[in-house]
């Protein structure tokens, strides 16, 4: 063979082997490029060793600055899990869209959604009126067909001076008395000039013939009967709030009430108007995440239904610089959650079932 088809041969070889390395590299690169395009979304929920110690060192500092200890390493690893989905689901939440609220990573953090409504709410609704209550009929609600407020308006008890400053229930699911005390608290105010913390450990402890079950739960109009069939409630200072149900003590009645009366479900109006002219009880459903960690801001609702599980107390109403409206709300898991306890949760959508399950004591 001569010697210039040799080195044909080798020429041809030569560039198809080049060929070949550059079809290699641009498909390295394609591939890269392809990568770089993959929206965020795709890859949530994958954790680098990096991430993973970043997450800790946060799971740490929450638990210096709540002081949760835990009975061995097992229950804090499994309580680490938890915190760390919720944080995920907190971050996820506060960078996606335009939301009017922020969520944190609050006291509640290393807690399950379940886990949380099972020991932080306790709103539980009787199959029946207890006999003999002093319950006016929705029907006949004095607030039920007044003309809605105008938008502009804003109510705030605080301001008024007829809401005392926010309590804590602890991992006692009495919420329906602490709703029913803000309610009665205002109402007093209102009617003598006088603010007095009245008594939850009260009707926590003394309130069991209506239905009502101590910290397994209970309901706010029951609270106001049982008011009314004991001659009055006395003050916190003088039948101090424990967390747990006691034995029923003897004590001199502080404040009164005659009745109670419940607002027409699903009206937001008639409960904007009963909130202008006093602070009222409300029901709510307070078992989702975005409740759990809610720390500032309009709420919406996303993520609550209508499982009325939680009892809070109503204080007021308002609209931000768009004119979004607001209810004001009062809470019992202290200050610690929300506003320093309080709640601005969205007017007129029905969010987290705002006036499905609302009362309010009368004088």
């Known amino acids: 063979m001569d010697q210039s088809n040799i080195s044909n041969k ?15 590299i641009a498909d390295c690169i394609c591939h890269a490029a392809v990568a770089a395009r993959v929206e965020p979304s795709t890859t949530v929920g994958r954790t680098t060793g990096g991430d993973e110690a970043m997450m800790m060192a946060r799971y740490k500092k929450w638990m210096a600055q709540y002081r949760r200890k835990y009975k061995d390493d097992a229950e804090k690893a499994h309580r680490f899990q938890v915190f760390k989905a919720n944080a995920e689901f907190i971050d996820r ?21 379940k886990e949380f409504a099972a020991m932080y709410t306790g709103l539980r609704k009787p199959a029946a009126v207890p006999s003999g209550a002093k319950q006016i009929p ?57 603010l007095v913390s009245l008594s939850e450990q009260q009707i926590l402890d003394c309130d069991e013939s209506d239905g009502n079950q101590g910290c397994n739960g209970g309901y706010m109009d029951n609270a106001f009967q049982y008011v009314i069939n004991n001659g009055g409630v006395t003050t916190e200072d003088a039948y101090p709030y424990s967390a747990v149900q006691g034995t ?25 108007n009963a909130v202008a002219n006093q602070p009222v ?22 993520g609550c239904g209508t499982d009325m ?6 204080i007021g109403y308002g609209a931000d610089d768009q004119g979004t409206q607001y209810w004001i709300l009062k809470n019992s898991w202290g200050t610690g959650w929300g506003e320093n306890g309080f709640m601005q949760l969205q007017m007129g959508v029905g969010a987290c079932g705002i006036s499905t399950m609302a009362s309010y004591p009368t004088p």
Request: hydrophobic share 35%.
């Open 93 to 113: 939440s506060n960078a996606g869209g335009k939301k009017k609220y922020v969520l944190g990573t609050n006291q509640f953090a290393d807690l399950t959604s």
């Open 281 to 302: 009880s409300v029901g709510v459903d307070g078992g989702s995440s975005p409740f759990q960690f809610y720390q500032g801001g309009i709420y919406d609702g996303d």
């Open 248 to 272: 029923c003590q003897n004590v001199q009645p502080a404040a009164t009430i005659s009745g109670f009366q419940d607002l027409p479900s699903g009206d937001e109006n008639a409960l904007a």
């Open 10 to 24: 080798h020429m041809t070889m030569t560039t198809l082997m080049l060929l070949l390395c550059v079809i290699a």
């Open 138 to 194: 929705a029907a006949g609600s004095k607030y039920q067909n007044f003309t809605r407020l105008d938008d502009d308006v804003q109510v705030d008890w605080r301001q008024q001076g007829a809401v005392t400053p926010v309590k804590n229930q602890g991992q006692c699911g009495c919420c329906w008395a602490f709703s029913a005390v803000g309610a009665m608290e205002g109402l007093i105010m209102i009617t003598t000039g006088n």
């Open 309 to 314: 599980n939680h009892a809070v107390t109503a």
